[in-house]
């Protein structure tokens, strides 16, 4: 894997690298447990709002045994024009061994990286970028359900643009076999998408698709313009998973979500805790995962044995 002390993109991880996160993910879900070699601390400094990746980053690190240290971006030394290189050259000076970002920044880490800090960094989304852990859990949840990748056809619908998840996805879904098709408004899929699967009408993927993965509009990055033109009702009958669609799926698919969901947007409210959502499975898998990742960055500090990461 090519890192040091940091997992900020999926583009770090070759094939062999994702089976890994997968199985040691698994193991943690079996009753896995660590040792740490001393106390070790963690900080989730969030720029953004959340619920899922934040609490569930929390969850990891306190399964582990990290301290987790309290960060509020709104009384942080940030809203005094610190630079957030500066804010991590600090709390590694106090201590902290971890710190999970979530910033609306396009590659906000890259000046981090570059800083080569002591610390460890895993990046929990950066702006439209990359979404590393969301995506090793969704890999994680697709292995769980089908035990391979080799051939699946993976259909990713909805807001394209604006997603760091369907960046992540379909990098990491091509690199290990499967086939992405994409869905959604049509101006939302441009030549970086392009690249890795084609284009079709929703109608025309969800009867041949093994998984459906729906997308959040994303309002906070649409202009205003765009917002007020947008409608719900209309939105979910060209571009949601319906009821109606949902019955034409193949009995063996799965429908994923990273969620918020939307209900009645992207998919009908009904369908969210249908029995081919692995929806809220996605949410448990994802603790297990960022206990996997943060594990790797442990042994790389030598915060635990090297004997921790066999399976």
Known sequence: MQTKNYLVSVDQFDNQDVMDFIQLAQAFKAGKTLQLKRPSFAMNLFFENSTRTHTSFEMAERRLGLQVIPFDPKTSSVTKGESLLDTLKTIQAIGVDLAVIRHPRDRYYQEIVDAELPMSLINAGDGSGQHPSQSLLDMDTIYEEFGHFDGLKVAIIGDLAHSRVARSNMTLLTQLGASVYFSGPKEWYGADFAKYGQYEPIDDLVAKMDVVMLL????ERLTQANNQAFDAGSYHQ???????????????????????????????????EAPQSRIFQQMTNGVYVRMAMITRLLAQRGLITPEQLEV
């Open 238 to 272: 060209q571009y949601g998973l319906t009821e109606a669609r949902a019955a034409r799926m193949q009995p063996h698919a799965i429908i994923m979500h990273p969620a918020p969901v939307n209900r009645g947007v992207e998919l009908a409210s009904d369908l969210v």
């Open 216 to 219: 959040r509009v994303q309002h």
